[in-house]
């Protein structure tokens, strides 16, 4: 079986959006915004959940979204960008073990000044040293997805063709993965 989604994973700001709409068009693949499936599914904005449910239904709503996406409606190759702390909740790594996972990954003073810049509420932003705490708090988290790239002075391009590579990658371990077990019978088997 070859890959079909990839799942982006990153801080806020770190450009998930932006390079996963990119990477779909250049795949032909269609693109999943994991938080607007949210607010799509709970008829409320990130930020209306955030106020009225707090962060922890919020990241009820997230999960219930994730295994929707993951066992209902990715029908079709896709690239899917998560929310930032999607990728921090054990129940959401724990579902996504098994598919391409790729941290795009920056300096959190870098990924302050843009999300200053980008017009998009955050309910989590804060001032910056909540912010650089935060990040510190889920890098770790984020560090367990299977390919890690850096997108300080990349553009659009360069960091799509590297998620690309690391794809064909994956394909080529998994065939090899499936060939290997292809080859040698269980034992017990007759030969």
């Known amino acids: 079986m070859e890959v079909r989604a990839v799942f982006l994973?990153?801080?806020m700001a770190s450009g998930k959006s932006s390079v996963g709409r990119e990477l779909a068009r250049r795949l032909g693949w269609d693109?999943?915004?994991l938080d607007a499936r949210i607010a799509e599914r709970e008829r409320k904005t990130v930020p209306e959940i955030?106020?009225?449910a707090g962060e922890s239904g919020f990241r009820l709503a997230e999960t219930s979204a994730l295994k929707h996406l993951l066992t209902e409606s990715l029908l079709r190759n896709s690239v899917v960008a998560l929310g930032g702390g999607a990728f921090i909740q054990e129940p959401n790594r724990e579902l996504l073990q098994s598919w391409p996972t790729v941290?795009?990954?920056a300096p959190a003073s870098e990924l302050w000044q843009r999300s200053l810049t980008d017009g998009i509420e955050r309910p989590l932003r804060g001032d910056p040293d909540q912010f650089a705490k935060l990040y510190a708090e889920r890098l770790p988290f984020y560090r367990q997805a299977k390919v890690t790239i850096a997108t300080s002075g990349k553009d659009l391009a360069s960091l799509?063709?590297?998620i690309e590579r690391s794809l064909q990658f994956w394909n080529a371990e998994t065939a090899g993965s499936r060939q290997i077990a292809s080859t040698h019978p269980q034992s017990g088997e007759s030969q």
């Open 9 to 11: 994973v990153g801080f």
């Open 31 to 33: 693109f999943v915004d």
């Open 50 to 52: 955030f106020r009225e």
């Open 103 to 105: 941290f795009l990954e």
């Open 160 to 162: 799509c063709s590297e």
